[in-house]
Every structure is written in structure tokens, then in C-alpha cells.
């Protein structure tokens, strides 16, 4: 009996110590996963992704800190409206006029946490600690403890897990929610845990008012499963067991259901209004016409079918764990539990009368109580499935294919597909290494059998790492030429020290700048962080630093007088492509002048083979031309008075001398244009906004500068003449301005 307890106490100590050694492991795994995310997030996007639904958040989680749901922009709403929010004007609003997110604020939420310290990426790499840590629990229930480490380590391996996850985007968090509530299902029905079935329902619940559509399919397996267990459980005489087990999951699911229709109905006005479909209502689930922000496609099951299956293959081939090798484990894990299957419906019925009679129930009905692995591999399975057949009734990915999001974060709509590959995957590894394992020792001498498994694994290993490394180079290597090309549009605001919203570290600075007032271009449209997601303003927009958009002269007196700050102008020469291709940026302190008008002179300098030169000046009232001589450079002294806007040291020619300047707010325009022999032209073009007030006027000064070629009208994508550029041979300006009065 002393002998027996002895081996019993040695046997308990081996497999502690092997559960413990598991356990280390898996930490390591799930730590170092975070860890790499967390690199990815501080070196590869330290000013974002191009996607800029990472601003909205971010905006949100500053607005949650600040205990808003919404924002109170007043006279600044149309040179302030963040991107993906709404406008409503409404008389019980501060100012009129509030705005709020598309989004849910379930995710923001989590990133106030970091925003909260300082740390916004730490819950990042929180968020992949929490979804590997969990994968291997999860591939643990439906396999082992080893499997699980594997998967875990697969997740890590998979190109859009690593991107995306690095990235303050929705997807990762929220397949964090649907995993706790999967590991939770779980040990609700093989524990019988009214605990659990809590903890799963309220997981679940969150997940719907996070990512809605997204936990359905997530959810729908195992919503499957429950009503088969339910119909069964009832024929078999255990129904009232299934169902308490099933409410108590249900229950706080449907509260939160309830939440997200009460969050619905506070800032849309309708519970069953989501605030996406009120930003745009042809933007939602189903086949049809579908529409955001002026693009538009027929949806149909057709056009459904052929995306899904480009995101599959990109999936199977490049993003998923380990790329193609990573699919080919996978494929083996689903055989091994289609045979494991096999195996237990033809040879376990002894076991299963055993569990039956321990537990005192009926031949029928244990299926019903009892979760089977090969069940739950089932389940898993059909996580997969769930996923890539209902995002077929969603056009997000064709819109996702078209913009070229998914070509540099993967096909982030199907992010919970990464779970059943990581699972399956690593049962396919598992099982290869196994039975390699078995077949050495049926061959060679144990020491021998050793070796070769050793190398077979190694060479497994370098395969697999050099398929990863392979799939996960180009995608990192874009997104980082990308990143570069920002922090070269950012630098002068950097070197400017305007510190914007201790809260987060994207452009930091000392106190020089403070209380300034930043205007910025829309290269995308009327929208704030569209693209420049890293110039987003404080929720209650009295930050140290607050940006609004260069639109119209109207907008921009409208701003001056909102504000008490010190203005500049941001500005870029070259035409914007996302980052793909470096811009020119310069940042220049403005002075408005106020009173009898200003006494300006610019000197330009004549382009290589200029022959012959005019000057034009104009406002929406007229213009006029005059005669000037040709030399290496033309001085061009010109008055901005109540009266109008005249050159005085160069001949008059034609159209009304001085050019009136209408009352209000308007745009006054210089034009010096220089010929060729050819006929070809360079033109410099300076506007300056201007406001006349009866005797008054009002002028923002310097003027933005461009040159155009063949044209006396360009945009950013034409040449801006800055103190730095590679200009053509010639070319130069200088400017300089007075008020008349002095």
C-alpha cells in the first residue's frame, strides 16, 4: 500500500512537472506573439496604417476619456468633421450642430485604456497576448495542451494577424471577444458551469455591440449546436439541463443586443438605425445596389462568389499561418479529426458506457451533455465556413479589394478564419511530427530515431519559416515604405514642437507652437484625417494645437474669428498617392493684415528659354493685364487696398485698373507667366484670401505659391516653389508684404 502511494506521489510530480513545462511554454509563445505585435505597431506604423479608420477610433476612445459620445464642433464643423463621422444639426446641441462616430464605441473603449496612460500600443500587444493565449486554450480543448502551444505559435506566423493586429482597427479585439466567448462555451457545456455560460453569453453579447455582424458569423456554429442539443436534449430526457445551460448563455447575449440597440437609438435617433447605415444607408449586408461616399456597385451573388474566393486564396496562399504550408497543415489536422472521429463513432463504446454510468444518464442522452472533441472540431471547422460564406452577402471586401487595403493588411473581413487555420494547422504539424516519430523508432534505434526526427522537424521548421517570411516580406515592406514617406510629410510639423493631445504619441513636441491654429489639405475630400490620421484634434477642440481644413477664403476668416491662435499653413508639393510616393511638405507661419490694405512685392525668377513675360492679377470681379519688360527676373510690386488690387510698377494693359475686390470674403489671384520659343509656358500663380469690410480688408498673408506648366492653374500635383525643391532651371521666388499704412 506505501509502495503504491509512493508511485502514485512520483507519477502526480512527472505530470505536474510536464503540465508546468507545457504552461512555460505556452507564456513564452503567446508572449513573444504580443511582443512582435507590439514592434510591428511602434516601428512599422508609429503614424498609422493607410487605413485611416484607425484615426476614427482613436477619436472616439479621446472622445470616451473625456466621458463624449459626441462632439461639439460649432462655427468649426465643416473644417473639422473627422473622417466616417456624422453631421446632424440640431438645436439642442451646443452650438447646433454635434457629431458622432459610424462606429461602435465597444473597441474605442479599450484603446482609452492605453490612451489613458500614455501607452495606446500596449493594447495592442495586450490584445494579440489575449487572442494567442486563447487560441491555445481553445486548439487545447479540441486537441491537447501540446496542439495548442503549436497553434498559438501558427497565429503568430500568419502575415495578417501580425499587420493587422498591429494596427488600432477593429478585427483583432474584436475576435479577442469572440474567443473568450468560444474557450467559455466550452467549459459551460463539458462543466455543466452556469459561471461560464455567463461569462460566454456576456462575451458574445459585447462582440455583437462591437463588431455586430461579425460575432454572428462567429457565433453560429455553435448557436447550432445549441439548438441540435436542445431538439436532442428534449427527446432524450434532459432537455430542462440543455435549456438552463442555453439561457444562461442567452440571457446576457441579449443584453448587450439590447445595449447596442439603446446606444442605436441615442445617437441615430432609432434603435434599429446603426449608426454605419445612418453615415451610409446603401453600406449594408445583402445583395443589391450598394453605395459609400459616391462609389457604388450592383452587389450581386455573382460578384459575392468571385470576391470571396479571391479572399480565400489570398488567405490560404499568402495570409493565413504560414502561408500555403500553414494550409497544407491544416488539411492534415482536418483529416486527423475526421479519422479521430471515425475512431470514436466505431471503437469507444465501452467509454462512453462508463461516462454514462458515473454521470447516471441515458445511452441517448450523453451526446446532448457531453461536448466531444470531435464535436467541437466540428464546430471550429464551421467557424471557418460561417465566415467566408456570410461575408459573401457583405460588400466590404470587394470595397476592401478595390481601395487596396487588403493587398497591405490582408483580408481583414475574414480575420476570425485565422482561428480554425491556426487550430488545424497545428493539428496537422502535431500529428506529422507524431507519426514521423513513431515510424523513426519502428526503424531505427531510439538514439537514430532522435536524429531523424530532429532534422525532419528542422527541416519542417526552415520550410515553413522561410513560406512565412516569404508572404509576410512584401506586405511589411509596402506598409513601410509608406511609413517613411509619412514621417517625411510630418517633419516640419515634428520640428515645429506643436504638441498635440498628450494623449497620444504621434506628433510630439515641446512648448514651442502651442495654442496654434493649423490649416491642412484635403486631398481626399472635406474630411479630418483622411489621410493625415495623425493631425486629429482634441474632442473638446481647445488642444494646444487645433487643425481645420484650407477650403474656402469664407472658411478660412470664419476660423480666424472662431479662434484665438496663432495661424499656419501646412502644404505639400506633389501630387498625394496615399503615401506610396513621397510628398514636398512645408509649413508656414501666417500674419493677417487688418486695415487700409497691404503693399506686397514678389520676385520671380524666368524659367530656362523664357522669351517673353505677362502679369495678370484677378477676383471674381475682373481682371487686368499689364506689359512688362523681359530680364532675368520680374519684381512685381502690387497694393491690396478697399479699392482693389493693382500692379503699380509695371504698365497697365488691359481689364479694369485696380481690380475691385467684392464685398466679403474672396480669393485674389497673381499670375506671371513666361513663353518660349515653342509656344510652352511656366506659370507662377499666388492666391491670397482676402475679406473686404466697406473701407476695410482683411489679407492672409504669404499667398500659396505654385508653378504650372502648360497651364496658369495646378494643384499640389504641380510644382510648389518652397525654399527647398528640385525646381526647373530658373525658377525662384520671393515675396514679401507690408500693410499701406505703414
Known sequence: MGLRGFERTDLDFDSLRELTAQRLAALAVVLAVGFVVLWFAIDLFPFHSVNDDEGVYLMQAAMLLDGKLFLYPGAL??????????????????????????????????????????????VLGVVAVANAGLV????????????????????????????????????????????????????????????????????????????????????????????????????????????????????????????????????????????????????????????????????????????????????????????????????????????????????????GEARRKRHGLSKRAEPFTQLSDSMLAAIVAGIFVSVFV???????????????????????????????????????????????????????????????????????????????????????????LRTENLAETYEPLI??????????????????GRNALVFIPDPYGDWQAHPFQSLRNDPRFDGPVLYVLDESPESDFTVLDATNRTPYRFTYRGEWTGAVRSVEPELTELTVFEGDGVAAESTFGA?????????????????????????????????LTPDGVQVTNHQFAAGSDPVPIPEGASEVALEVTFVGDGGETITYRQLVSVERSGDEVRVIWPPETRICEFSTECGTEGEWVGPDGDY??????ETNATSVSE
Request: proline share 5%.
Open 136 to 351: 491555445y486554450v481553445l486548439a487545447g480543448d479540441v486537441f491537447d495542451r501540446e496542439t495548442g502551444i503549436v497553434a498559438a505559435a501558427m497565429l503568430g506566423l500568419s502575415p495578417m494577424f501580425l499587420l493587422t493586429s498591429s494596427t488600432f482597427l477593429t478585427y483583432a479585439p474584436a475576435t479577442m471577444l469572440n474567443l473568450a466567448f468560444a474557450v467559455c462555451y466550452v467549459r459551460a457545456v463539458r462543466r455543466n458551469s452556469s459561471g461560464y455560460a455567463i461569462v460566454a453569453g456576456t462575451c458574445i453579447g459585447l462582440a455583437f455591440f462591437a463588431r455586430s455582424f461579425t460575432a454572428v458569423l462567429f457565433a453560429l456554429p455553435f448557436i447550432v449546436h445549441t439548438l441540435w442539443t436542445l431538439g436532442a436534449g428534449w427527446r432524450a430526457g434532459v432537455g430542462v439541463r440543455v435549456f438552463r445551460r442555453a439561457l444562461a448563455i442567452a440571457l446576457p447575449g441579449l443584453a448587450f443586443v439590447a445595449l447596442t440597440l439603446t446606444y442605436n437609438a441615442v445617437v441615430t435617433g432609432h434603435p434599429l438605425v446603426f449608426p454605419y447605415i445612418a453615415f451610409a444607408p446603401l453600406d449594408g449586408i445583402g445583395f443589391g445596389y450598394r453605395e459609400i461616399l459616391g462609389y457604388g456597385i450592383d452587389y450581386t451573388p455573382a460578384v459575392g462568389v468571385e470576391t470571396g474566393l479571391e479572399a480565400l486564396t489570398m488567405l490560404l496562399t499568402r495570409w493565413g499561418p504560414m502561408g500555403w504550408f500553414g494550409t497544407l497543415a491544416a488539411l492534415v489536422g482536418v483529416t486527423h479529426s475526421a479519422v479521430r472521429w471515425w475512431g470514436y463513432r466505431t471503437g469507444t463504446r465501452l467509454r
Open 495 to 512: 520640428d515645429a514642437g506643436f504638441e498635440d493631445r498628450p494623449l497620444t504619441p504621434d506628433i510630439v513636441g515641446g512648448d514651442a
Open 607 to 639: 524659367p530656362a528659354g523664357s522669351r517673353t513675360v505677362s502679369v495678370r492679377v484677378e477676383t471674381e470681379s475682373g481682371y487686368a493685364r499689364y506689359d512688362v519688360p523681359m530680364n532675368d527676373s520680374v519684381t512685381v510690386e502690387w497694393e
Open 728 to 733: 526647373l532651371d530658373g525658377v525662384s521666388v
Open 390 to 480: 456570410g461575408n459573401g452577402f457583405f460588400w466590404g471586401t470587394h470595397n476592401g479589394l478595390r481601395n487596396g487595403l487588403i493587398d497591405l493588411l490582408g483580408p481583414f473581413y475574414h480575420f476570425d478564419a485565422l482561428v480554425p487555420l491556426a487550430i488545424f494547422g497545428a493539428a496537422g504539424v502535431v500529428v506529422s511530427v507524431r507519426t514521423l516519430d513513431s515510424l523513426a523508432h519502428d526503424w531505427f534505434s531510439a538514439s537514430e530515431a532522435r536524429g531523424v526526427v530532429f532534422s525532419l522537424v528542422l527541416l519542417l521548421a526552415l520550410v515553413g519559416g522561410a513560406v512565412t517570411v516569404g508572404a509576410v516580406a512584401e506586405p511589411y515592406s509596402e506598409n513601410h
Open 77 to 122: 464643423a465643416e473644417v473639422t468633421r473627422p473622417w466616417f463621422f456624422i453631421v446632424e444639426r440640431t438645436a439642442s446641441a451646443p452650438g447646433g450642430v454635434q457629431m458622432y462616430s459610424k462606429y461602435s464605441p465597444v473597441v474605442p473603449a479599450m484603446f482609452a485604456l492605453g490612451l489613458s496612460i500614455g501607452l495606446p500600443n500596449l
